[in-house]
């Protein structure tokens, strides 16, 4: 819809000037005061005032760090995860004799963790940094020494005057002083801003526009007083003195940073903020973070360990306290070898509390192993990776505008896994926002042959009786043709002998379709922009249906051919003479167009010295304006609008009305103090104002534009709701139009059962006239209750009947309009609605406003409770993407603003499919794997070293050598965790796509559920047992060595480990399914890495320690080969029984 | 309104695009697109009944033979710190052996039952005996058993680090520890020979106690722990020591105290004079002395085998359980059937 792209447009037109004149008011009465302090001595450096002031230069930073902060900082931002907290804290206990293990075993590996997570910050945050390089050193003509030097925009200064080119981006905000154009104005595009492609005007005071050349600058001194630097970018106090006077500084003469001078050859203005002050900049912050459903869980589990972990050194610390004190009893020392008489506190008899205590820490250092430090660097690589492969995916890649699909966050991509509900825009996001003009009711008559999307959808909706001869196709294919014969011209599909080529000079209403096509070229606020190369004219409007309604009155004989401040000149065909004529209309008035009023007007004088009204709006606006007598054609009007909107077409209402003089300047008297005002309510004010001259308005007829489906979108929509998500469509559109597009989109099918609440009911409508509000709310909310409390029913009894016949279960889509949403958004009904849409498979939402798109986002959010993704594609939808757990921008025209807000960005809705179904689906699953691996090999190993301790009477002795309980993690296991977590695939993306129901493992959040967790921990517990009691069984006690020597500590801890890393090894290698080369290198890498390690001591250990080792490694023995292969074996079969 | 910072100057500076290269390297766009090639196992009934029951055709055979090795093992172990305590010290087991001046000879009488082959291995066996306690372990310093007293920062040594003043080689509580019973082995009227040589592991010997580090100070003070040294031989050679140093992972262990290089027939009754000098009372650990043969396998020990066996009859037994399940609810494999049912099911 129009109006929901127009909110906020700043197209003053004439009353600008009128707010010029007004005296100082409100808050310019507080220039000077605090918040309004800012003074910029233009032009005048040298000024002693201008030298004392210090404002900040025009650089601008947008790193995070800079390289003074760059290591507290990122630092700080490490440890603020609490697993880092407790790897520091064990790593500085750890030089302490307390610790069980060297210092540096732990601080090693805690290096490399944070290391890693740093150098990623650091690479991220390079790349801003040269993104700034590139924006501070563009080049900006600068006025110095009474000549315009060009100079970098990091050099920039507050006061300076600068002059901006056509097409160039301000440096900073400037204030306007005059520009190419005899009157000031100059047209700039804010799409950087707020994401709206249309031309915004600004105006030069009168006093400064004519400053034109170098010379004039010589002179020109002034000082500017305004507001300090604030975020508000639509609003801007200020006063200029210049030649002894003041004058109001406003909005409409502040060009801000990052937007675009457009249409004007330059300009000239004063720089009054720069860099971080520019309000751009102040607008920025950083976007909501998100963080998705398994992270957070996860983090539960990091706790769960965590109170494994005290447990366990809690009874491992309560037995070291008894044995210990036991060492001393009545004078006899009992363990004499301890010499419990002259120990150190630690291990003290006779302080046993203390000694237990101490032993506390030590026991959580020990068993640290639980919980896996390298976890969340692995998650963060293999995230980073899957963006990779996300941005690199050739399948998701769009070759018309060479967009590639774009992973923005990456640590959103498992939740992709997860979407239960998807919640879509539909202008742009479903559809391609080319409007096309297709057909048009003038004076009551239907024009225009082509069919729609939606309506060929409807006819095979209808069943395959269109045969091939039918009569419709036959239209088609004949207008097919015609059309292939002449040039087709974007935005115009309008196919009727009667109106086109002249021709409409022989209806019966030439007059009427003269005053329509009028209206059409006339009311708008398009800019006609010459391209230099074709000498083809283009529009640039603010929607593109004002641009195909420009078009269409182009093709008909009305060309709009300039507009300047008070004109609008039209090369018209004169149906009376029969020849073309040019025709200027002064433009005296635009009531602009806003999602309230719907409708918009503009008020022009013609040559005949007559005022008209004309004016456009949506149906439910216009009709109730319309006069007594301009209802003539209004029954068979409304009909098409219906026949219209059931085709798809979105319409709006033509009507004009001319004006006597004396009611006009009446009337503008009271619109300009509307204008003029500075109340809160000025909106309103204004609204109202322009509400008394938009009525007894004559109809004249209605256009009919077609928002053409994206391709593949209705396939995609298929596959997605075989996949078990729920669709819902956000839309501003009228509900007829939505459940078209609905049917088009195949959202809604045949075989469904649709629900629809509206307020659209006659009672409803009767209290409404008599305008009692408080009736009307609560009528309304009765009405909405009672709807819901059915569609309920409804549903319950399907269901009842689909469980008694066991025949496939009715499906739902339920229909819901703006003002009922309000309604069923309440407190007290919103429970039941959530019920009823909760039960339907797709959900329709027409005519809802921006605001609504971000409500609804959230309660499906916090209703369900489950993952919803938004995706939408214009600077409307940002609310919704930002509140859903995922947001997918689309980056077609709309400029850049949902993509920025998004989290994910695609070039078009089908590649949805793909994003959600193949590469959610996938990363859901690794994710999930990856991280229950995780715990599974850490839990393991962990374990193993809890057993060992209750062997070596608690006493705090690692069962192996330091050196490998720290590489465990970083090295012999982590490669093989990160090839699941980046390559792993259980079906191939083409069965992904070809059984859409695969996907519902992650919506059931199945690999991730507690029992899996909970599953995968058992299984490493279990581990840990047989390995630790296999191991001990088998080798102590007898010959080991050929020469009758026994297994040792070391040798017993070397073949623990080597179990436990074949163990986990092996078992990644059951768990994956998919087995690349990748996958082959490193699991048997990884066990080949620690065999090589044991054998040749490659690594820089403690030399007395590898010494130690060496004969264990160089005379393998058969027990322990044999042994290891029937650990794993085993280890497999359990596996396959659980 | 939020405008991104860095979103803003990225747009100013140009969208990124891939670009796309048509030829380039194959397995590069295999490996961007996740087309690798790739093995992907699908474990279908027929494929894990196979492997279970190859799993327990294999393992039953090993099993077998490492039982059968394992058998072959003559193994006689005796447990003698009960009775070698006279019985007028038999309440007071401590004062017996912490008192220097009673004798501790003992003699024991060991039956072998089974037909011995050379080597015949001697090992102590301790029981309730932390080597593995952390203070314990920790008590050692290995540069000074390489390098003797030229190294002196031996600090995780104490409280056995200096006596009067001077260091003590070997320093810590290990070495202070050292087990000193002996035994001598008769067999009818004549001595068994035992090589005490080569009870140590060689890297121990020669890379970790110095060839000229002689003990120094040892068991000088006024506790003392368990064996001395004869400080003129040096530390490599002193086996017993080197073994002792070799700590345990656990607390019951065996130590090798030598070799006898006879064999040893059935029935023949050899007579143990041992000096039953180490306590192990204080703690109520068992003494126990062990002449055990060795099979390729190592010694005598029935768990691996007893483990092939149970693993490879439970692999058996799971591919029946398989087979009989797959009998009886035979479903067509890949079944697209599957898939409608559950859809109905979420839908």
Redesign the interface.
């Given at each position: 819809m129009p109006e929901e792209r127009r909110r906020g447009i700043l197209f003053s037109k004439l009353y600008s000037f009128a707010c010029f004149l007004s005296k100082f008011e409100d808050k310019h009465a507080q220039i000077g005061r605090r918040g309004y302090s800012r003074v910029v001595y233009c032009n005048d450096p040298g000024n002693p005032g201008a030298v004392q002031l210090k404002y900040r230069g025009n650089f601008?930073s947008?790193t995070k760090y800079t390289a003074v902060n760059f290591i507290p900082k990122s630092l700080f931002e490490q440890f603020r995860r609490v697993a880092n907290i407790y790897f520091l804290v064990v790593a500085c206990v750890s030089f302490s004799p307390l610790a069980?293990y060297s210092a540096p075993s732990v601080l090693v590996p805690l290096l490399v963790v944070i290391g890693v997570t740093m150098a990623k910050e650091g690479v991220e945050d390079w790349r801003?940094k040269k993104?700034?390089i590139?924006?501070n050193n563009q080049k900006v003509r600068v006025y110095r020494d009474y000549t315009f030097h060009e100079t970098k925009w990091k050099k920039l200064r507050v006061g300076d005057l600068v002059k901006v080119c056509k097409d160039e981006?301000f440096p900073a905000d400037i204030i306007l002083l005059s520009s190419s154009y005899e009157d000031g104005i100059c047209y700039v595009e804010t799409?950087?801003?707020?994401g709206e492609t249309n031309l915004k005007l600004k105006h030069a005071l009168e006093v400064t526009s004519h400053l034109h050349d170098e010379n004039s600058f010589r002179q020109f001194r002034a000082v500017i007083k305004c507001e300090d630097p604030n975020e508000n970018?639509f609003s801007f106090v200020g006063a200029l003195s210049y030649d002894g006077k003041e004058y109001p500084l406003s909005i409409k003469q502040l060009l801000l940073r990052?937007s675009k001078l457009k249409n004007t050859e330059y300009i000239y203005g004063v720089v009054v903020f720069t860099g971080h002050d520019t309000k751009?900049?102040q607008?920025?912050?950083?976007?909501p973070s998100k963080r998705s459903k398994i992270e957070k869980k996860m983090d539960k589990i990091i706790y769960i360990l965590f109170s494994t972990l005290i447990v366990i050194a809690s009874v491992g610390s309560v037995f070291f306290g008894i044995e210990t004190k036991k060492d001393i009893s009545g004078g006899?020392?009992?363990?004499?070898?301890?010499?419990p008489?002259?120990?150190?506190v630690?291990?003290d008899p006779k302080r046993p509390f203390l000694a237990a205590f101490l032993h506390f820490f030590t026991a959580l250092m020990l068993y640290g192993y639980l919980i896996p430090i390298s976890l969340y660097v692995s998650i963060e690589i293999v995230k980073v990776l899957q963006s990779?492969?996300i941005?690199?995916?050739?399948?998701m890649?769009d070759e018309e505008t060479?967009?590639?699909a774009r992973a923005r966050t990456s640590n959103l991509n498992e939740e992709l896994g997860q979407v239960y509900t998807i919640l879509s825009d539909k202008t742009g996001t479903l559809t391609c926002n080319s409007m096309e003009f297709v057909k048009c009711s003038i004076a009551g008559t239907d024009y225009g042959h082509g069919t729609t999307e939606v309506e060929r959808a409807l006819m095979r909706r209808r069943g395959a009786l269109s045969e091939p001869g039918d009569a419709v196709n036959d239209v088609q294919r004949h207008h097919g043709d015609a059309m292939d014969s002449r040039r087709s011209i974007r935005g115009f599909n309008f196919r009727d002998e009667r109106i086109m080529n002249g021709q409409w000079v022989n209806d019966p209403h030439p007059d009427i379709i003269q005053k329509f096509f009028r209206v059409l070229a006339i009311c708008h606020t398009a800019i006609p922009v010459v391209n230099k190369e074709s000498g083809e004219i283009l529009f640039e409007a603010e929607s593109p249906d004002e641009a195909a309604f420009i078009i269409a009155a182009r093709e008909v004989g009305f060309e709009f051919n300039g507009r300047t401040q008070a004109s609008i000149s039209l090369h018209e065909l004169d149906y009376e003479t029969g020849k073309k004529v040019d025709r200027v209309y002064e433009l005296l008035q635009v009531l602009e167009f806003s999602s309230a009023r719907k409708r918009m007007s503009v008020v022009v004088r013609n040559v005949e010295n007559q005022l008209l009204l004309l004016c456009k709006g949506a149906d439910s606006v216009m009709f109730e304006r319309l006069s007594q007598d301009g209802r003539l054609f209004e029954s068979q009007t409304r009909d098409h609008i219906k026949k219209y909107a059931e085709a798809g077409l979105r319409t709006l209402v033509i009507a004009y009305r001319e004006l006597g003089e004396e009611e006009y300047k009446s009337w503008e008297e009271k619109f300009r103090m509307a204008k003029t005002s500075v109340t809160a309510d000025h909106d309103a004010l204004v609204d109202e104002a322009a509400d008394k001259i938009e009525r007894n308005l004559i109809l004249l007829g209605a256009t009919a534009v077609e928002d053409k489906l994206q391709k593949g979108v209705p396939e995609c929509i298929k596959k997605l709701?075989?996949a078990?998500i729920k669709i819902w469509v956000l839309t501003g559109d009228k509900m007829e139009t939505a459940v078209n597009i609905g049917y088009a989109c195949s959202l809604l099918r045949q075989d469904m059962k649709q629900i629809t609440i509206t307020l659209d009911s006659p009672d409803i409508d009767a209290l409404e006239k008599q305008g009692d509000k408080e009736a009307i709310a609560k009528a309304s909310l009765e009405s909405i209750m009672k709807q819901i409390r059915e569609g309920i029913s409804q549903i319950n009894s399907a269901k009842q009947s689909s469980n008694s016949a066991k025949e496939?279960?009715l499906?739902f889509g339920l229909i819901i309009d703006g003002k009922s949403l309000d309604f069923s958004l309440k407190k007290n009904v919103v429970k039941s609605f959530f019920e009823l849409a909760m039960n339907c498979?797709s959900v329709i939402c027409c005519r809802s406003s921006p605001k609504q798109k971000a409500r609804v986002t959230r309660f499906v959010k916090e209703g369900t409770s489950k993952t919803t993704l938004s995706i939408g594609d214009g600077a409307n939808d940002?609310g919704m993407l930002?509140e859903a757990d995922i947001g997918v921008g689309i980056?077609g025209v709309e400029g850049?603003q949902a993509v920025?807000?998004s989290d994910y960005s695609v070039a078009q809705f089908r590649f949805l499919e793909r994003l959600l179904l193949v590469h959610g689906h996938?990363c859901y699953r690794r994710i999930a794997m990856m991280i229950c691996y995780f715990f599974y090999k850490n839990i393991t190993f962990g374990f193993t070293l809890f057993w060992?301790e209750a062997?070596?009477?608690f006493?705090?002795?690692p069962a192996y050598n330091d050196w490998y309980m720290s590489f465990y993690n970083v090295f012999f296991t982590s490669l093989p965790v990160i090839a699941l977590g980046v390559?792993d695939?259980d079906v191939?993306?083409r069965l992904c796509l070809e059984?859409p129901?695969l996907y519902?493992e992650g919506v059931e959040n199945i690999l991730f559920s507690w029992p899996r967790i909970l599953g995968w921990m058992f299984n490493g517990f279990i581990s840990s047992i047989i390995i630790f009691f296999?191991t001990?069984?088998?080798m102590?006690?007898?010959?080991?060595?050929r020469?009758?020597?026994?297994?040792?500590?070391?040798?017993?801890?070397v073949t623990m480990y080597t179990c436990v890393v074949w163990a986990v090894n092996c078992q990644m290698a059951i768990s994956i399914?998919?087995?690349?080369?990748?996958q082959h290198l490193f699991i048997w890498g990884s066990i080949a890495f620690w065999a090589f390690q044991t054998r040749f001591k490659p690594m820089l250990h403690d030399i007395?320690q590898i010494?130690?080792l060496?004969?264990s490694g160089n005379t393998p023995?058969?027990?322990r080969q044999?042994?290891d292969r029937?650990l794993h074996?085993?280890e497999r079969?359990m596996h396959?029984?659980l | 309104m939020d405008v991104d910072g860095e979103g803003v100057s990225a747009v100013a500076t140009g969208d990124r695009t891939i670009p796309m290269h048509p030829g380039r390297h194959e397995a590069f766009h295999q490996f961007t697109q996740q087309k690798l090639p790739a093995c992907k196992p699908v474990l279908t009934p027929a494929w894990v009944i196979s492997i279970f029951l190859l799993m327990g055709t294999i393992f039953i055979p090993i099993g077998l033979v490492t039982l059968h090795a394992s058998q072959s093992v003559v193994e006689v172990v005796d447990r003698y710190d009960i009775e070698c305590i006279p019985e007028a010290f038999k309440s007071n087991k401590l004062g017996y052996i912490k008192d220097s001046s009673i004798p501790k000879n003992c003699s024991r009488f060991l039956k072998v039952y089974k037909r011995m082959k050379a080597p015949i291995y001697i090992y102590y066996q301790l029981d309730n005996y932390y080597q593995n306690h952390r203070r314990y372990v920790k008590s050692r310093n290995d540069q000074q058993l390489l390098h003797g007293l030229k190294y002196n920062g031996t600090s995780s040594c104490k409280p056995e680090q200096t006596n009067n003043g001077l260091p003590i080689v070997p320093c810590g509580l290990i070495a202070w520890s050292l087990f000193n019973d002996t035994y001598e082995f008769i067999r009818g009227a004549s001595e068994l020979t035992v090589n005490r040589k080569n009870i140590a592991w060689k890297s121990d010997r020669d890379h970790k106690f110095g060839k000229h580090v002689y003990p120094f100070n040892f068991q000088n003070g006024t506790l003392i722990g368990g064996g001395m040294l004869d400080p003129r031989i040096h530390l490599s050679d002193q086996e017993d020591l080197i073994v002792w140093m070799r700590t345990a992972a656990l607390p019951t262990f065996r130590k090798l105290y030598g070799r006898i290089e006879e064999d040893l027939n059935a029935d023949d009754v050899i007579v143990v004079n041992l000096m039953n000098n180490y306590n192990t009372y204080s703690f109520g650990g068992k003494k126990k002395l062990v002449l055990s043969t060795s099979s390729w396998l190592g010694g005598k020990n029935d768990f691996l085998g007893v483990a092939y066996i149970s693993v490879g009859s439970s692999c058996i037994f799971v591919c029946f359980v398989f087979i009989l399940l797959h009998m009886k609810n035979r479903r067509p494999y890949g079944g697209h059937n599957l898939f409608v049912l559950e859809q109905e099911r979420h839908l």
């Open positions: 601008v947008t069980p801003r993104q700034d590139e924006a981006y799409m950087n801003l707020d970018l990052d751009v900049m607008n920025a912050t950083d976007p006899k020392y009992r363990r004499w070898y301890l010499r008489d002259d120990s150190t630690f291990y990779i492969f941005n690199q995916d050739q399948d890649y060479n967009r590639p709701s075989q078990g496939s279960t499906l498979s940002v930002q980056s850049m920025m807000a996938w060992f062997q070596a009477s006493s705090g002795q390559f695939q191939s993306a059984y129901i519902s296999s001990t069984k088998l102590t006690n007898q010959a080991f060595r020469d009758g020597q026994v297994v040792d500590y070391e040798i017993l801890g399914n998919y087995f690349t080369w990748i007395i010494k130690r060496e004969d023995t058969l027990p044999l042994k029937l074996l085993r079969l396959r029984e | -």
